[in-house]
């Protein structure tokens, strides 16, 4: 390890994409693990990171005490829940540290309590931290705004695996913003969500979204553009969640020499267009 190497905590270390983030920290280069923290209460409190993400001791024990992890760090890692991620905002701001938010089901008052944190703390947050999907939202917007959506019509569809909680997916929803974008609207008040008994046609203009679970899906996502006569669908298939662990190593090494703010995916992968 060299000693300049970037010190990363990782939030949510017993869950999988917590073993997943250790184990990609202790193989890459020019970052360490500084420390892993799981839920208070958590069975995992107090053993070796390394051994509960398959790797062997690395020296590192789970602690429930996201207050010190913080300390001397300066990134950390989340994929956590909603509240717990607001938590360790409040916190990144008070360290003056990096804050990676791969967190999805994040409500408007959220979203606005990670802005506040973003004039102290530096904060990348996406629905999704992979390079494919960020660049297939960027089509989206592109196809979006060149189709005329009185003749075309969008439709999200996703799948993943049975124990997902929220729905749409944080990256159905990044697709969707994408497509509003590129129509000029607001996706919160055209898009939707539930269809069931007798829904009468479709709206013209709306952007609508299907939620799949199963099995032990990662994520595929498809946006289906659909006119009278054509059908055209972008897709995008996560065969391992590592992709999203590293994506969100990107992001911390990116945001290393960034000024406080809220920052998203297309702005490390240099796809941004604002």
């Excluded at 990670?114 to 939202?137: D, E, Q, T, Y």
């Excluded at 075309?152 to 909680?165: Q, T």
């Excluded at 994520?219 to 009278?228: K, L, N, P, Q, R």
Aim: charged share 20%; net charge neutral; hydrophobic share 45%.
């Amino acid at each position: 390890m060299s000693d300049d190497a970037m010190k990363l905590v990782v939030v949510g270390a017993a869950g999988r994409m917590g073993q997943a983030l250790i184990r990609l920290i202790h193989a890459t280069d020019g970052v360490t693990l500084h420390a892993a923290v799981a839920r208070l209460g958590s069975a995992f409190i107090g053993k070796d990171a390394g051994e509960i993400a398959g790797l062997g001791p690395i020296g590192v024990p789970v602690t429930d005490d996201p207050l010190s992890a913080f300390l001397h760090a300066e990134g950390v890692i989340d994929f956590t829940t909603p509240a717990t991620s607001v938590t360790f905002a409040g916190l990144a701001a008070q360290a003056r540290i990096i804050h990676i938010i791969g967190t999805t089901g994040c409500s408007d008052e959220d979203e606005a309590k990670f802005k506040a944190a973003a004039r102290h703390a530096r904060i990348v947050k996406s629905g999704n931290m992979g390079l494919g999907i960020n660049l297939l939202s960027v089509l989206v917007e592109q196809a979006a705004r060149a189709l005329p959506s009185n003749d075309w019509d969008i439709e999200v569809l996703e799948m993943h695996h049975r124990h997902k909680v929220d729905a749409p997916s944080g990256t159905a929803l990044l697709l969707g913003q994408a497509a509003a974008k590129g129509r000029g609207i607001d996706l919160s008040d055209n898009s939707t969500r539930v269809r069931d008994g007798h829904t009468g046609p479709r709206p013209t203009g709306a952007i609508g979204f299907a939620t799949l679970r199963g099995g032990g899906v990662v994520g595929d996502h498809s946006v289906i553009f659909a006119s009278e006569s054509e059908r055209l669908t972008l897709s995008h298939n996560a065969g391992d969640r590592s992709l999203f662990a590293r994506g969100a190593l990107q992001a911390a090494l990116w945001a290393r020499d960034k000024k406080p703010g809220l920052y998203s995916m297309l702005d490390v992968l240099g796809l941004a267009t604002h």
